[in-house]
């Protein structure tokens, strides 16, 4: 019977849970080289309850663990919950080592051709029957853009690490890997480690010859380094921020430059580098207007047209759209004083924003969104109005960019007051 | 000598930890997110996640993982996600003075963990430009506590590039300084020897800026000892004055910090020399290291500060890479005891190296956790 079955399947689990919670326990008490007594009490538990009958613990209880241990509480509940693994994937079916290359192309132009799930499982397939590490980290590698187009940053963040660990692999491949990485911490709003990895890359990218591979980790780099210093950049502005705007601006146009050149040699399908290259502009706009607050007002309205452009078909034009209404509402911020118009600005900015995030599961820009819609919501409460209530497609937004983002979780509470109370419900 | 009671400087808390009501309240807004999902109806998101309606509607207790689970499944996250939105910690606003007075004390205090979130917090709201090389500085001594050297010499030659604030001159000095003598005394497992040139160009930079701010008292007898280690050996002799004076300075340290700094450099300061030294120098080599690591032990089982656990972590695991250099081990001879205190020195400093005869059964354990841990970030 199905309701045995998923009964076994649960007990399995809570004795999984229960034998993995024992091994962190005695891990944490190494590491703090701690009694029992020392760490029930550190655990808020009797000594003698450390682990629930049931084997599966609250909530508590794994942060109190996590503290102790100097770990994410994800890692831990990573650990408690998920199956042994033997830490190697098997060959699927038949596939052989002489199946790498085909498999490697298959992921690459299923993720171009936006069926995101089947490029994720070739890139695990080509993975399996990769048969050197520089093949196991490109094969990581496609599966992490994958797992970063379809919204899912954890896992793309673990394959990218992963891959980074492999050993023996060429170093432009690991170079490679970092300026993944890199880009991928910006996105999640970890921009210290961003942005050291982005410079390294870069420093050690200089000594390797100019293949595709390096040239795209250039341009990688070059971009993550750009948008970790323009994200630094603050709305209240002084002079002494613009050696810092002029910095990222000379990387976007390195990273803009590099992609250029790989646009004209990638033939057929540029997709990818095309985006790079679009997207660029916009973000210029931004920093000339730092450089020079003459542009501002000319930046401003450039930046609107870009948002409004509805001329579909240019590659990379729904994300040029959204660095447009990134680098908008950061202008307006900076330079728009009318009040009103200001407010519709960032409307328009964030109404750009929830499209392309609700479209395209890029929880960056859903993000940035939520922070323009909090804004507009403490307004209205402070004006006495009530806040809507949110709609179904709003929530996930909230549950995404809460789940995907780390940065935005310093604001949890404050979300949570926002947009987890439950008006308007019904019964 | 043995210290009691608190330090004059403690790391003030830049975080409050999320407590029960938190995780409480936190998990009502997940709550009220999955209604949300399902259009509003309280009926349709207790039937998605088969949690019955009174729990949902009345949640007073801490949820367990199960039940965190099943919400989270419903609004598309993974359990580990969920339960990081539930447990993170909130970071007040602290204003510019604050944060250097925090990361003082965590660089103090030996904090990895502490510098870097102190880091990331500068990164993501700088109050001026210079804040972002200030906050790679900090990144380099959060890998410095982690005994990852070559992680720390990218940083700071990152953060040279980036610049600082004249006003953070002392603060830069005594980052600058802690990165400078770890790199030489305490992290044997690094095959650089010698200064690192980035490092000791931004001591040379802030050679002349006056301490007097940043200063306490355990942060004198921690500089003190270092000069003094620094001076150790000359031309493969031990020399007398130093190991009395690294003696006094135990002596005269009055709390677990003072006490964590002066004897930890004491002991790694004579491990490395131990390398060298002339036979007739060993036994009062060994006399000073055996010394100081009393001295640790006793403090920590009176008072189990953190510090002295690291402190003396790091230099149980200097010791076991010297006896290894030195061919001392027998691996027959590794008890519990050891295989724990080698665990613990493999997850205190990740990136350490151990030579095949320490790698006992738990070094291993830590080693495959450590890939599910992420703890390198």
Redesign the interface.
């Known amino acids: 019977m199905l309701t045995d079955e998923i009964g076994g399947l649960e007990e399995a689990r809570e004795a999984l849970a229960r034998e993995r919670l024992e091994e962190l326990q005695a891990l944490a008490r190494t590491y703090r080289n701690w009694s029992v007594k020392e760490l029930a009490h550190a655990l808020g538990r009797q000594p003698g309850r450390l682990v629930p009958e049931s084997g599966m613990p609250k909530i508590d209880l794994v942060v109190g663990l996590a503290k102790a241990l100097d770990w994410p509480v994800e890692a831990v509940v990573d650990h408690l919950m998920k199956p042994a693994s033997a830490g190697k994937r098997t060959a699927f079916q038949h596939d052989t080592a002489a199946d790498y290359a085909r498999l490697y192309n298959e992921s690459l132009q299923k993720r171009l051709g936006r069926d995101y799930a089947e490029a994720i499982r070739l890139a695990v397939r080509a993975h399996a029957v990769a048969d050197t590490p520089t093949r196991r980290v490109a094969a990581l590698l496609i599966e992490t853009q994958a797992h970063e187009a379809i919204g899912s940053y954890s896992e793309a963040v673990r394959c990218v690490r992963e891959s980074t660990r492999i050993e023996g692999a060429a170093a432009e491949w690991r170079l490679y890997a970092d300026s993944c990485l890199a880009h991928l911490l910006f996105m999640q709003g970890n921009t210290t480690h961003a942005l050291g990895i982005a410079t390294s890359v870069l420093e050690y990218g200089e000594k390797l010859p100019a293949t595709i591979v390096t040239r795209t980790t250039r341009m990688l780099a070059h971009w993550s380094r750009a948008h970790v210093l323009r994200s630094a950049i603050p709305v209240d502005l002084n002079a002494a921020w613009r050696p810092l705007a002029s910095s990222a601006r000379d990387d976007f146009r390195a990273a803009q430059s590099i992609g250029a050149e790989l646009v004209a040699e990638a033939g057929q399908n540029p997709t990818y580098f095309a985006t790079f290259v679009a997207c660029v502009d916009p973000l210029l706009l931004e920093l000339d207007a730092i450089c020079d607050e003459s542009c501002a007002e000319d930046s401003v309205r450039r930046l609107l047209g870009m948002v409004r452009d509805d001329e579909h078909g240019q590659l990379g034009h729904g994300e040029r759209k959204a660095w447009s209404a990134v680098s908008l509402s950061c202008t307006v911020k900076r330079f728009t004083t009318d009040e009103m118009q200001r407010r519709g600005l960032l409307e328009i900015a964030s109404a750009a924003l929830r499209a392309h995030a609700v479209a395209t599961s890029n929880w960056y820009f859903a993000h940035k969104h939520l922070e323009l819609d909090a804004e507009r919501r403490r307004t209205l409460a402070g004006n006495g109005v009530a806040s809507r209530a949110l709609d179904a497609v709003e929530a996930k937004l909230v549950a995404g960019v809460l789940g995907q983002i780390p940065s935005s979780r310093d604001s949890a509470a404050e979300f949570m007051a926002l947009y987890g109370a439950r008006e308007g419900a019904r019964a | 000598m043995l210290p009691t009671g608190a330090d004059p400087v403690m790391p003030p808390s830049m975080l409050r930890?999320?407590s029960?009501e938190?995780?409480v309240?936190?998990?009502?807004?997940?709550?009220?997110?999955?209604?949300?999902?399902?259009?509003?109806?309280?009926?349709q998101a207790s039937k998605l996640v088969s949690i019955d309606r009174r729990t949902m509607d009345d949640l007073r207790?801490?949820?367990?993982?199960?039940m965190?689970?099943r919400i989270?499944s419903a609004?598309?996250?993974?359990?580990?996600?969920?339960?990081?939105?539930?447990?993170?910690a909130?970071?007040p606003r602290a204003t510019a003075a604050e944060t250097r007075q925090a990361i003082a004390a965590a660089d103090l205090a030996d904090d990895?963990?502490a510098l870097?979130r102190l880091?990331?917090a500068?990164?993501?709201?700088?109050?001026?430009?210079a804040d972002?090389g200030l906050?790679?500085l900090v990144?380099a001594r959060a890998a410095g506590a982690r005994g990852d050297m070559p992680a720390a010499t990218?940083?700071v030659?990152?953060a040279l590039?980036l610049g600082f604030a004249r006003s953070d001159g002392a603060l830069v000095r005594t980052l600058a300084e802690a990165l400078h003598y770890e790199g030489l005394l305490a992290t044997p497992w690094h095959a650089q020897r010698g200064a690192d040139p980035g490092i000791a160009r931004l001591l040379e930079i802030t050679r002349a800026v006056d301490l007097g701010r940043v200063h306490c008292e355990a942060g004198t007898i921690r500089r003190a000892a270092w000069q003094i280690a620094d001076g150790f050996t000359e031309g493969g002799a031990c020399r007398r004055t130093p190991i009395a004076q690294l003696e006094e300075l135990m002596e005269a340290s009055a709390t677990p910090t003072q006490l964590a700094w002066s004897a930890s450099i004491a002991a790694l300061a004579a491990l490395r020399a131990c390398i060298s030294a002339h036979e007739r120098d060993q036994n009062r080599l060994l006399a000073l290291i055996v010394r100081a690591e009393l001295a640790l032990d006793e403090a920590?089982a009176r008072d189990?500060h953190?510090l002295l656990?690291v402190r003396r972590t790091r230099v149980a695991l200097a010791e076991w890479l010297t006896r290894a250099a030195r061919g001392e081990i027998d691996e027959r001879t590794i008890d519990v005891s050891d295989e724990?205190e080698l665990?613990?020195a493999a997850?205190?400093f990740p990136t350490a190296q151990l030579p095949r005869s320490l790698r006992v059964a738990?070094t291993d354990k830590i080693q495959r956790?450590r890939?599910?841990?992420?703890?390198q970030?």
């Open positions: 930890p999320a029960s938190d995780l309240s936190r998990t009502n807004g997940l709550i009220g997110l999955l209604v949300s999902v399902c259009d509003g109806s309280r009926f207790s801490v949820p367990t993982l199960r965190i689970d989270s609004l598309g996250l993974r359990l580990g996600e969920a339960a990081e939105v539930l447990a993170s909130q970071t990895a963990v870097d880091a990331a500068l990164q993501r709201g700088p109050q001026h430009p972002l906050a790679q990144r990218s940083a030659s990152l590039e920590h189990s953190p656990l724990q665990s613990r997850m205190w738990g956790l890939g599910i841990s992420h703890v970030a």
